[in-house]
């Protein structure tokens, strides 16, 4: 997973065997969330916009499933 913050993207790369996904950003300082659906595509690259959400310090959570089993990946993302 990275963030780009001068984008306001955050990009990542999922198994093309994935069956569902999604991106939950928390804010840090007031526990506000958004989630995001992640649709598999025809390509493993996936990117989302940050541009919505306020300044300050998030944590990106990012899930999967293959059907099977479940992955998630997390990170601290200071939006600008």
């Known amino acids: ?8 993207l955050l990009a990542f790369v999922l198994p093309m065997s994935f ?7 928390v804010a840090s300082r007031t526990g506000e969330d958004v989630r995001v659906s992640i649709a598999p595509g ?8 940050t541009a919505k959400l306020t300044k300050g310090v998030w944590r990106a959570f ?3 499933s293959d059907g099977y089993i479940q ?6 993302i200071f939006v600008v």
């Open 19 to 25: 069956k569902k996904g999604e991106a939950t950003f």
């Open 1 to 8: 997973m990275t963030f780009e913050p001068t984008a306001h």
């Open 71 to 76: 992955y998630q990946e997390e990170k601290e």
């Open 42 to 49: 025809d390509r493993p690259r996936h990117v989302i916009s």
């Open 62 to 64: 990012l899930r999967w």
